[in-house]
């Protein structure tokens, strides 16, 4: 491994799970693509899923044969944005009608020498990606993620400040590895009237476009967009299909007679 920049802290590139402060990585059979406009950047059979330091979710790396190189034209490092775990070679991309700045690196270290990583998350640099033939969003799925949506008999009830806003016994609920369990209701079971819809709109790899948002409009101090759902969500979730969740974490949910506790995530935004 060539030695590191001055002021750059050198980071390990392993295969292996369990070292916080390493870049660790494993191999994906899945086909995967990436478009911009009519041009394929990316269009590989032999990904690398690339877990960085400090990152929740993954990335993807792709061999260089498998990556449109004469798009990429090397730039300075960006002071600006996270480094990516020690990497020190950045690219531009250049496309037909614009040219986004540091889209693409490379790792540092044997283990993934000959490989390309895109932004993604947080940026718009490619416009579509696919896992097979399927359009994936925000980041790569993670293999070792679970998301289960099943349907349940239990008694469910929303309230915001003591006003019961949803109450029904056909919920379906959805485990996500690393969330709380999101309660996704009979639309017919919420009181939509006290709310105003928004035009608020999220993507999830796991669950699609949710394109439907719901604010209070009562007079109680809560987040804006506090319920949402997907009219057209992904086929392994598609049960949730039309109905509504909130967020767990800024109203009070009875199930079963039980009051839970608010959770407290990345979700646990300030209120309105």
Do not use: N
Request: with cysteine.
């Amino acid at each position: 491994m060539s030695a590191p920049e001055s002021g750059l802290e050198a980071v390990s590139v392993v295969r292996r799970r369990g070292e916080s402060d390493s870049v660790f990585w494993e191999p994906s059979e899945r086909w995967v693509r990436a478009t911009a406009g009519e041009v394929t950047v990316v269009d590989s059979r032999r990904p690398v899923l690339v877990w960085e330091p400090g990152r929740p979710v993954p990335l993807y790396a792709f061999p260089r044969g498998d990556v449109r190189m004469d798009l990429l034209r090397r730039t300075e490092r960006p002071a600006s944005r996270r480094r990516h775990a020690g990497a020190t070679v950045f690219y531009d991309l250049v496309l037909p009608d614009r040219t986004v700045g540091a889209a693409a690196w490379s790792y540092p270290g044997e283990d993934l020498a000959g490989h390309i990583s895109f932004e993604w998350f947080g940026r718009e640099v490619l416009d579509h990606w696919y896992e097979e033939d399927e359009e994936i969003f925000v980041h790569p799925r993670d293999p070792h993620k679970r998301v289960d949506a099943l349907p349940s008999s239990r008694h469910v009830q929303v309230e915001i400040e003591g006003t019961v806003v949803a109450d029904t016994h056909t919920p379906v609920l959805l485990f996500e590895t690393g969330l709380p369990v999101r309660f996704y209701l009979p639309r017919e079971d919420v009181r939509l009237d006290l709310f105003t819809r928004t035009d608020g709109r999220t993507r999830c790899p796991y669950k699609g476009v949710a394109s439907e948002y719901w604010s209070w409009a009562g007079d109680a101090d809560v987040r804006p967009d506090i319920a949402w759902s997907y009219p057209d969500p992904l086929p392994s979730v598609g049960i949730i299909k039309d109905r509504v969740a909130f967020y767990d974490e800024s109203v009070d949910v009875v199930v079963d007679g039980v009051r839970r506790e608010r959770p407290v995530t990345f979700f646990s935004r300030p209120s309105r």
